[in-house]
């Protein structure tokens, strides 16, 4: 791996800065794709721009530029002091008011009279349309720009979008000197039309027009999808020829937990239970996927699961990808043994643990004093050393790499492989679970418990917001407790949507001072985010603002309003498991989906989620309704966490990839002939240094 530290312009500080976006190396830099595009379009009329784009518009300036105070300064602390250039420019359809700030050399270069091409961001001020802080352009200058591409990368604070761009492209001139090897066979690159790899490398940050980058995507998402593919495929056939070291029978404590609780399993789960029984005595050792919907009882197959385990002698491991989660987990089975007299105690083991904690689980597991451990990614630190260990769980898969499941399920004795079962709540057709999950089988528990009160959806515009804080007022006095979900952690230069910080502070306003508001992201420290869902789960918080790290399994029955702000930037399937977290009590539930579009199609997609509560139904349709013209802004999906490819977006190449594995395969299983070669030492590379950085 070359070092970005070559790169003319990135010393010491910017290497730490480019890290925090997962960038460690030219080859990392290069494959940092864009995550959107700015095409510089044709001039619109006035009459026709909308608040929330960026648009250009021509015409004249009929008021010279005027410095002012900023009128409302309250609402933007940054521009507090900022001294504001305002003009105002007309065309044939109408007039448009335009502001700078800290500007002011614009008086002395900018005369009444004149005709330009203003391009920015257009907002309301005052009740009226503005564009703010846009770039000013001669009419010729601009013609030169009309079509052009400029990628948009994902940054941190501190790293410019022209400081990624200078890297790329100094990054792509090295590059060129020492060109990659084309490892795909031409047979399948002639027969699923794919571009050849430099081409489409360059071509992905710098592409001449839209027809140019959907051929380089293509061919980079096919690429991503048919490496995995492989990787997977030889992971499965090792899989099959693993034998069952573990054998375990059925028990009755199992059975007894089953008749003494207060409700029957549905017939899915038991349809389900009875195929991981088979498993666990047959000769080959089980590899399986529960996908089933949120609520549907995934989490009590994996109490008997690990009950059968314990009691056939084994120890188990439940992995889950968060310490809440963990916690929670550890809590219901500690409480389910107790009510029902089961003699086994599990042990929590997390990574907020003091080192004495962890000390003494280390040697209780060790010495097998505990059948059943419930952690975090702390059950793979190489500390931990279990005795027994026959059966492993993971907790909402999508959470873990591949590789980080095989590292857990390699702490069985001698290394040998351990029985591993996979539980996800992401919906996804079977037709691409079969090829996403392909070193696994599936069971689907695809029925909902009876006692379950579907949930109430709305979708909504920004001006319902209003009447949402006081249906959500009414709930709070109910004694009910509210999520309020924002895209962001704090505000972007590169994208406008509400945030996490703001947002709270701005609730705290609205709301009496006996309401207490909290929020929670991802950036918060681990015991930060512990403390605060513990407060949210025995209601000393009553709402609670949050990004999606809130998805992940968190149980709080008392919760009935999930509001969902900026609904459009999520994919349906992660809107649907985000409404999960509401509706896990007795009361009835409510999801509000609040779009910052109004573009048809937009309120078409979230309509689904209005109208249906099965989240494989929903998936179905988000794959039929998203097509090439969701390229820009593809990172929707939020379950698959491939660079470039969207699961549900690119379900064609994604089965394409999968046709183009299983005909080489069925060739040269090895990758022994001389065509498949490059493509045999390219999967060695992959298996070991990008297919445990896939989460699925």
């Known amino acids: 791996m070359t070092s970005i530290r070559q790169l003319k312009g990135v010393g010491e500080k910017a290497e730490q800065l480019f890290q925090k976006i997962g960038v460690n190396s030219i080859e990392d830099l290069l494959h940092t794709y864009p995550r959107t595009y700015d095409i510089y379009k044709k001039p619109v009329p006035i009459k026709e721009i909308r608040a929330g784009n960026i648009q250009a518009v021509e015409g004249m300036l009929i008021k010279a530029p005027e410095m002012r105070t900023p009128s409302h300064p309250e609402n933007n602390t940054t521009k507090k002091s900022a001294k504001v250039v305002q003009a105002v420019m007309r065309d044939s359809t109408g007039t448009l008011a335009i502001m700078w700030f800290n500007m002011p050399f614009l008086q002395k270069t900018m005369r009444a009279g004149c005709r330009f091409v203003f391009r920015g961001k257009v907002g309301f001020k005052a009740g009226k349309l503005t564009m703010e802080q846009p770039k000013i352009y001669g009419l010729a200058e601009y013609d030169e720009l009309v079509n052009e591409m400029q990628p948009i990368y994902s940054l941190t604070m501190g790293l410019t979008n022209h400081a990624v761009i200078k ?14 090897r084309e490892y795909l066979p031409d047979s399948i690159r002639k027969k699923y039309q794919l571009a050849e790899y430099n081409f489409a490398l360059k071509t992905i940050h710098f592409p001449k027009d839209m027809k140019e980058l959907m051929i380089a995507r293509r061919r980079l998402v096919f690429e991503e999808f048919f490496l995995f593919i492989l990787a997977l495929r030889k992971l499965r056939q090792a899989n099959d020829i693993t034998k069952n070291q573990y054998p375990m029978q059925p028990v009755s404590a199992t059975e007894k937990l089953i008749e003494g609780l207060p409700f029957s399993l549905t017939n899915a789960q038991k349809k389900v239970w009875k195929e991981i029984k088979r498993d666990l005595a047959e000769e080959k050792v089980m590899n399986r996927l ?107 898969q999508h959470r873990f790499g591949v590789r980080q499941r095989e590292i857990l399920s390699e702490k069985g004795e001698e290394k040998e492989a351990v029985h591993v079962l996979v539980m996800s709540a992401t919906p996804i057709p079977r037709t691409l679970a079969i090829i996403l999950y392909g070193d696994l089988d599936i069971s689907v528990i695809d029925e909902l418990p009876a006692s379950r009160l579907p949930i109430k959806n709305c979708v909504v515009d920004t001006n319902y917001r209003p009447k949402a804080y006081r249906f959500i007022e009414n709930e709070i006095q109910k004694g009910r407790q509210i999520y309020i979900i924002c895209p962001m952690v704090e505000e972007s230069e590169q994208m406008e949507a509400e945030n996490v910080l703001d947002y709270t502070q701005m609730l705290k306003t609205h ?24 407060r949210f789960s025995r209601n000393k918080i009553q709402i609670l603002v949050s990004t999606t790290v809130i998805e992940v399994g968190v149980n709080v029955p008392n919760a009935t309003v999930m509001m969902v702000e900026n609904a459009e930037r999520f994919g349906l399937a992660q809107l649907h498991q985000l409404r999960g977290r509401v509706g896990r009590g007795k009361e009835q539930s409510y999801c509000i989906f609040v779009s910052g579009s109004d573009k048809k199609e937009t309120l078409e997609r979230l309509e689904i989620l209005n109208k249906s509560n099965d989240g494989f139904f929903i998936a179905s349709e988000d794959l039929r309704l998203r097509g090439p013209g969701d390229l820009l802004g593809i990172r929707q999906s939020g379950i698959m966490e491939f660079k470039i490819g969207d699961v549900f977006m690119d379900a064609n190449i994604l089965q394409e990839a999968s046709e183009a594995a299983n005909e080489i395969l069925k060739q040269d299983a090895e990758l022994l002939k001389e065509e498949h070669q490059e493509l045999g030492r390219y999967i060695e590379e992959y298996l070991t240094n990008t297919l445990g950085k896939i989460n699925l």
Request: charged share 25%; proline share 2%; glycine share 6%.
């Open 167 to 180: 890297a790329i492209k100094q990054a792509l001139e090295l590059e060129q000197t020492q060109m990659r």
């Open 290 to 396: 529960v996908q089933g919907d949120v609520g549907s009882g995934k989490t009590m197959i994996a109490i008997l699961t690990l009950l059968e385990a314990a009691e056939n002698g084994y120890q188990a491991a439940l992995m889950a990808p968060t310490e809440v989660l963990a916690r929670q987990h550890y809590e219901n089975i500690l409480e389910l043994f107790q009510t029902h007299h089961i003699l086994r105690k599990p042990l929590l083991l997390t990574g907020s643990m003091t080192a004495k904690e962890k000390k003494e689980a280390y040697e209780v597991i060790a010495n097998h004093e505990v059948d059943i451990i419930i952690g975090t990614h702390a059950l793979i630190q190489e500390k931990v050393k279990f005795h027994r260990l026959g059966l492993v769980i993971t907790d909402e």
């Open 511 to 534: 709301f009496s001072s006996a309401v207490q508001i909290e929020y929670l992201h991802g950036r918060m420290k681990p015991k930060e985010k512990n403390e605060i869902m513990e």
